[in-house]
């Protein structure tokens, strides 16, 4: 609990640092292509109800660790109102370990999975702004997720992985704060959704994702 607290304090933190800046900031370029880098902070809202129902009556449930991860993206901006946007969002080790008894005999088990999304998107700001530029962001693409899991007892262990390819959606809202008419520092929130499941886990890779990165306009 410390540690999630701690998490989100960081990232109210970065939005108040981001919007004192605002007074000096520089108008946006209008048009052309720019490139981004930030870091990551994903929720996982992993569809796991099939896994819980098959751990039913064992007293355990499909808790995933939340993850950072890296975001890097390429763009072009039409006008000041319209950009299409490339992007990579790299996101491993949403984690669930679990460790328990049966039969008097201790068990420890640790499932990990990986992520990775490819997605184009339109990101549209629908608001006559030069220095501060809130958008909202909408497309879809390719994820790739691959997960590895392994079962311990103090005789024996097993492990098993897969990984699978399929399309996603994402959505999202964010804010672009211009520091020059070159350099902006960007915050946004969005929520990504693969279209099926994952075998080896029979979940569908979904989650939230906080990302604060800084991009720079040709």
């Not at 052309?32 to 099939?50: L, N, S, V």
């Not at 962001?137 to 390719?142: E, K, L, Q, S, Y």
């Not at 520092?185 to 029979?202: C, T």
Request: with cysteine.
């Amino acid at each position: 609990m410390m540690q999630k607290r701690g998490t989100w304090s960081m990232v109210i933190g970065i939005v108040a640092a981001v919007l004192l800046m605002a007074p000096g900031l520089a108008p946006a370029a209008e048009i052309g292509p720019y490139i981004g880098i930030g870091g990551t902070f994903a929720k996982q809202d992993f569809d796991t109800g099939d896994l819980d129902r098959e751990l039913a009556g064992t007293g355990l449930s499909a808790d995933f660790d939340d993850t950072w991860g890296l975001n890097v993206k390429a763009g072009y901006k039409f006008n000041r109102y319209v950009a299409a946007e490339l992007a990579l969002d790299y996101l491993p080790n949403f984690k669930w370990s679990v460790a328990t008894r049966v039969g008097g005999t201790p068990l420890s088990g640790e499932l990990t999975v990986d992520v990775m999304a490819w997605t184009i998107s339109a990101k549209i700001s629908p608001f006559d702004s030069q220095k501060i530029k809130p958008y909202f962001v909408v497309g879809g693409g390719i994820m790739h997720a691959s997960a590895d899991a392994t079962v311990s007892t103090p005789w024996a262990s097993a492990s098993s992985s897969d990984d699978e390819t399929d399309l996603c959606g994402k959505i999202g809202l964010g804010v672009d704060f211009f520091v020059t008419d070159q350099v902006s520092l960007g915050l946004e929130g969005a929520y990504f959704a693969g279209f099926n499941d994952l075998d080896i886990i029979g979940f569908r890779p979904r989650f939230y994702t906080v990302t604060a990165g800084v991009a720079y306009h040709f």
